[in-house]
């Protein structure tokens, strides 16, 4: 299994609060991704990194900011947390040549 | 607009006997797909890919079947078993477009029944 895990696994906040998702992993990794998975809609991507620094916007990307300071961890930050916002978040790393992401355990986020 | 639709949000399936999960898409430029496997309360785990040059990989009980002109591609699982049951997300990327991300389909729930 890819070196991936996510943190906090559970979280519990209030509308209107900011909340920050971390992703680790120890596979350097170029790419790192964030997504978004709700019932009848599958998995979204929220925005992606392809190197320290460089980052870029998905299909889902109002409400969120991303930061990659260090190839090992992508933080996913919700500026101020919305009940929308409410779903399970996955973390997915690839090496460009292979093409194939793989997973981290997701974070499960509920905005009260 | 969803450019990879998977329109069967379930199916079941008796144990020994072949499980066939469908995927169309829509954009002519993906070029490799990909088929990942979700249990609940875990991240998806990749299973099975082909690139557009291939009309079938196969790995173990696990096939993959591509049909460039319809758009279409196929998992096939042979046997099913019980642990087989899960959600299956089909998934599609354009290599050429400079960065690996992937575009998923909304996934099929598999029921293995014994």
């Known amino acids: 299994d890819a070196g991936i895990t996510q943190s906090p696994r559970h979280k519990v906040t209030e509308t209107g609060t900011p909340v920050t998702l971390r992703c680790h992993q120890t596979e350097n990794h170029r790419y790192m991704y964030w997504y978004r998975q709700d019932p009848g809609h599958g998995l979204r991507l929220i925005h992606y990194?392809?190197?320290?620094?460089?980052?870029d916007k998905g299909e889902v990307s109002d409400g969120y900011s991303v930061s990659r300071s260090k190839t090992e961890d992508f933080l996913l930050t919700l500026e101020s947390a919305t009940s929308s916002q409410t779903s399970v978040y996955f973390c997915?790393?690839?090496?460009?040549?292979?093409?194939?992401?793989?997973f981290g355990p997701g974070t499960r986020l509920l905005v009260l | 607009d969803q450019q990879v639709k998977q329109n069967s949000p379930s199916l079941s399936v008796q144990e020994g006997r072949i499980s066939i999960l469908n995927c169309d898409y829509t954009n002519s430029m993906f070029d490799y797909f990909l088929w990942y496997k979700k249990y609940p309360a875990e991240g998806p785990t990749f299973l099975i890919s082909i690139s557009s040059i291939k009309d079938k990989n196969e790995d173990g009980r696990f096939t993959v079947f591509l049909n460039k002109s319809a758009k279409h591609l196929s998992l096939h699982i042979v046997p099913s078993q019980p642990g087989d049951s899960a959600v299956y997300f089909c998934?599609?990327?354009?290599?050429?477009?400079?960065?690996?991300?992937?575009?998923f389909g909304k996934g099929t729930m598999l029921l293995v029944s014994p």
């Open positions: 998934a599609a990327s354009e290599r050429n477009s400079g960065y690996s991300t992937l575009t």
């Open positions: 997915a790393i690839s090496d460009r040549e292979q093409e194939t992401q793989y």
């Open positions: 990194s392809y190197g320290v620094k460089d980052t």
